[in-house]
């Protein structure tokens, strides 16, 4: 199963994500999550990234092209991925058309999760509050302003990534602002 989740930041795609790792024992692939592991591990790739990362903007094409296309060889997906948080751009969706025409992979699903974007911010408030409850770091991009600037790079950068799958016939949407358990039900029925 090679699938990708698109969505605005706060849409749940990661919490789906996790689940679907469950159900197909396949790794879930977050640019996100990698370049943030990159960032603590002080790597050239992570001192590069920290600060426009910081300040909810976009990393380079160059750099998370390079991570997926090397991260999507190794063994553990051998079963297939879910890609969380890439492609970004529609630079990014052809680069991965490329790479993938390439290694002779096909992607089986592409699903979009559509969420009122009035209820996005309150969701990430949400989410910074439980992570500090519960003991842990607060994503340093997890505020009111950072936010809004990762939304307006969502708008401006990433929508266009679905009307490309759209154009091509192969987007699934799901409404995002069902339950989580609702939202996974629904993404069931697509990957059955
Ligand atoms: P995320 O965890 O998906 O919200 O990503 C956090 C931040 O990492 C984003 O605001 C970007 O700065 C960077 N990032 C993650 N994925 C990408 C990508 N595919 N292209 C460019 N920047 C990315």
């Given at each position: 199963m090679r699938l990708i989740l698109l969505?605005?930041?706060?849409?749940?795609?990661g919490t789906q994500a996790?689940?679907?790792?469950?159900?197909?024992?396949?790794?879930?692939?977050?640019?996100?999550?990698?370049?943030?592991?990159a960032v603590k591990a002080g790597s050239p790739v992570g001192l590069k990234a920290k600060a426009v990362m910081d300040a909810?903007?976009?990393?380079?094409?160059e750099i998370v092209v390079g991570i997926i296309s090397d991260r999507i060889e190794e063994a553990d997906a051998k079963k297939g991925f879910i890609l969380d948080g890439f492609p970004r751009t529609v630079a990014q969706a052809e680069a991965l058309d490329a790479l993938?025409?390439?290694?002779?992979?096909?992607?089986?699903?592409?699903?979009?999760?559509?969420?009122?974007?009035d209820a996005l911010?309150?969701?990430i408030e949400n989410r910074a509050r439980e992570t500090l409850a519960a003991g842990g770091t607060v994503r340093a991009d997890d505020n009111p302003e950072a936010f809004k600037v990762r939304l307006d790079a969502y708008r401006v950068q990433t929508a266009p990534v679905s009307a490309y799958y759209a154009s091509k016939g192969t987007l699934k949407t799901v409404d995002g602002m069902l339950p989580i358990d609702g939202v996974t039900k629904a993404l069931d029925k697509i990957l059955a």
């Open positions: 969505g605005p930041p706060g849409a749940g795609k996790a689940r679907l790792v469950e159900k197909f024992d396949i790794p879930q692939l977050s640019t996100g999550d990698m370049l943030r592991a909810g903007g976009l990393v380079s094409d993938l025409a390439k290694k002779h992979m096909e992607l089986d699903a592409i699903v979009e999760l559509k969420v009122d974007e911010l309150a969701r």
